[in-house]
């Protein structure tokens, strides 16, 4: 199956959205502070967001002076809430898949992602769709579940502790086989798509990107007094970031 809509599982809907309301959440925590460093100027621009969830980075955008937000996602539970939570007269959203955006009739300054492109297949034709809806000089910035997390084929890295518990590395295997992965995640049969580091960069490279930043976040001062577990960061990565410009 190509086109997973696991988040309109009521049990994964359910467990995931627990989650991101626990005010202790790596996305709120260490992916979220990071990629807010590296959005562009918004101001006046158009901003696509692909897998956009609750909307609530939509808002954000349009707090920043974006002109137009459209925000699409494949789960219609999902939209339902940033429909509620997340409406604004600036702000679209449409329920489609992020593959399919060669079919909007329209191109954007800015293309933003968060956490959503470790679910797509082909991500060397998604690349290009990306590029294609972009205006010139248009800029990409995206987070993703880091290779290292999505590498292990059954999704078992684990972290290894000394004698007193204290995590001290980190066990993955599968690195060099891009694919499909079937994990457990509040339900079972969740599919994710590994790709190495360098699929990644050179899809986006031949998709006629210039890559401009790339960043393995990190837990700043602040995330880790509220909460100690995230100095494991410092052992692996959770994300990988991306901000590139169209050539
Ligand atoms: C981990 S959530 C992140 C949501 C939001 N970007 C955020 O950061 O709060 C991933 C989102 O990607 C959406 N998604 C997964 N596959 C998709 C696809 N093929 N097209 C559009 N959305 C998709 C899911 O429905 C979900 O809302």
Redesign the pocket.
């Known amino acids: 199956m190509s ?6 599982n009521e049990t994964f809907f359910n467990g ?1 959205k627990a989650l ?1 309301e626990s005010d202790c959440n790596a ?1 709120d925590l260490i ?2 502070p990071a990629m807010r460093k590296l959005l562009p100027d918004l101001n006046g621009k158009s901003v696509l ?9 939509c808002v954000d955008f349009v707090g920043l002076g974006a002109a137009r937000v459209v925000g ?4 219609e ?3 339902a809430v940033a429909e509620k939570e997340s409406a604004d007269a600036k702000i679209e959203y449409r329920n ?5 955006i060669s079919t909007l009739n329209e191109k954007f300054d800015f293309l933003y ?4 492109f470790h ?2 297949r082909d991500f060397d034709a998604f690349a290009k769709d990306m590029h294609s809806v972009l205006n010139a000089s248009g800029q990409l910035l995206f ?1 993703q579940e880091h290779p290292i997390i999505t590498a292990t084929v059954d999704g078992a890295g684990h972290f290894n502790k000394d004698e007193n518990g204290n995590r001290i590395s980190y066990t993955f295997s599968n690195y060099n086989q891009s694919g499909e992965r079937k994990i457990h995640w509040y339900v079972d049969g969740v599919v994710k798509y590994h790709r190495t580091f360098s699929d990644i960069i050179t899809a986006l490279a031949k998709a006629g990107f210039v890559i401009e930043e790339v960043c393995e976040p990190v837990p700043e001062e602040w995330a880790i007094q509220k909460l100690p577990t995230l100095a494991k960061e410092y052992i692996k990565p959770n994300f990988l970031i991306v901000k590139a410009r169209k050539a």
């Open positions: 086109r997973q809509n696991i988040f309109d995931y991101r996305n992916e979220q967001d692909l897998g956009c969830g609750y909307g609530h980075n699409i996602d494949i789960s539970k999902m939209l489609m898949s992020m593959t399919d992602s968060s956490l959503a679910y797509v987070s």
